[in-house]
């Protein structure tokens, strides 16, 4: 397998290489999320324009979750997602587990509004 130009890349930009490893979904909103404080490089806000290398942490927040990567592999084009796999080890702490749902009734669909009694039961159920 021949070497490319990608692999002897030093540093890339970090939004950049945000959007080729597929952790943001476009440049821009890598960039945005760059300018709003929720990318981090090595533990410090990060900079759209802060170079990337080999070595370091990113921590990306989006939709409420953060995912933190470390870089093994500077790529700056966005490529699939086998590839993109391999240029990072995901090091995100496993989420602890949701605690027990309260128990909600279920109705047949057509079943009309609840009895009296039916209501009963579905206060009981969830707390009220």
């Known amino acids: 397998m021949a070497t490319s130009v990608r692999d002897e890349l030093s540093s890339v930009r970090i939004d950049s290489w945000i959007t080729a490893v597929r952790l943001v979904k ?10 709003a404080g929720r990318v981090s490089l090595n533990g410090s806000k990060a900079k ?3 170079l990337v290398q080999i070595g370091d942490t990113v921590s990306v927040r989006r939709d409420g979750n953060t995912r933190i990567v470390e ?8 490529v699939g997602a086998a590839v993109a796999v391999e240029c990072y080890v995901d090091k995100t702490p496993v989420a602890p587990p949701t605690g027990p749902t309260a128990a909600f009734a279920v109705r047949d669909r057509g079943a009309g509004r609840p009895t ?3 209501r009963r039961e579905i206060g009981r159920l969830t707390g009220r």
């Open 71 to 78: 870089v093994t592999r500077l790529i700056a084009k966005r």
């Open 116 to 118: 009296k009694r039916e």
């Open 26 to 35: 476009t440049r821009s909103l890598a960039s945005d999320d760059c300018k």
């Open 48 to 50: 759209p324009s802060q």
